[in-house]
């Protein structure tokens, strides 16, 4: 009689019978069916699986949900008020030594310059490009809401119980102005409990291993029960087969969703994101220096304003400043008052120094600039480099 491939039925997600391993027939290797299509599970939760919660109809499931534009208030608006007057402050120009300590630190951690220009090099002329940047900081709120689920066990289910507060009316802990921050809290009335969806409530699901079978074919003698001839294998005894490290011979693996608990804790979840928006400007300046450089440094606050909603300057020396206040303050009030709600703005007034050294060294002349409360030194011409190779 002619042998047939024993086929293995007596599975559910390989849960039932979890040690049967099948002989091999007559040398033949053992076969097993596939498990059906989609046993595996969906790996998105159906658009069933969550409830209808009014205030909350727009709600996705898992990361990326929509901001929520916050209410119109309910209180008038307070108006921005005209800052304080800004004083007329020059910072002095640094002296020569100052200058020459900043080149030499500069030259010293540079591997490959030699400190000779910064020493022996003497300073011909010293010329101050002082420089204001301005900036615009708008504080918001954000808020935006998603689907969440977790494992259910014992957690309360409180949906339909009573109704949710909107997403605005929910209290959160505000941080301190102008530092970035998020906090996520749970909906109240808005948890149910759900069949999971991955492993369809079975709490187990198909090892992907071994396809669900629980077994795989003997790595040694390929699945065929025997090494040379009638030598039979002694890795698998003869079987072909050897169980599924990965599941332990069960053919299934705990639900990584639900844990195995069977059910899930479905609820919605509120994201609050604190965003500190900046943005600056920095007044072109004739010197020479990189404006990029600038970026780097800090400078002498000559001016802060600071309030709900701040005004744009009025009056200052430099127009570019001027404007470019007015052109942040209405750009950040059109942006942010859609999508967040404006907690705090606020803007200042840096003045950056810039000076422009000139030195001799060698009876050639050469240009190093010192800029920022820092003391950093730039310069594209330094006249004594050599190529080194860290070994």
Known sequence: MESQPIMSHNRT????????????VAGAPAMFAPPAAGSFGPSAPPANMFDTVPGYEGTMAGEGGGFLPPPMPLNPVPQPQPGPEQPQWNIPSITEDTAKEAFALFASSKCCYSSAPAKEGGITNMEAFNTYRYRLETFTESRSTQWAQEPYHGQPVDAYSSPPPGPWDIPAKVPSFFQDSKQIIKVPYTSSMKTCHVCLGMGRKPCRDCAGAGNKACWVCNGSGYRHGDDRCHHCNGRGRENCSHCHGQGSKQCPTCHGKQQLLVYINLTVKWTNNSDNYVVEQSSGLQVENLSKVSGQELFRDS????????????????????????????????????????????????????????????????????????????????CCTVM
Request: aromatic share 16%; glycine share 6%; charged share 15%.
């Open 13 to 24: 997600y390989g849960v039932a019978n979890p040690g049967y391993v099948p002989e091999a």
């Open 307 to 386: 309030q709900y909603l701040v005004y744009p300057l009025m009056s200052f020396p430099d127009m570019a400043v001027v404007n470019a206040s007015q052109r942040f303050v209405s750009e950040h009030q059109g942006k942010f008052s859609q999508t967040s709600r404006i907690l705090q703005q606020r803007q200042t007034i840096e003045l950056i120094p810039v000076t422009r050294v000139t030195y001799s060294w060698k009876g050639k002349s050469h240009i190093y600039f010192v800029y920022g409360n820092e003391f950093k030194v730039s310069t594209d011409d330094y006249p004594a480099t050599c």
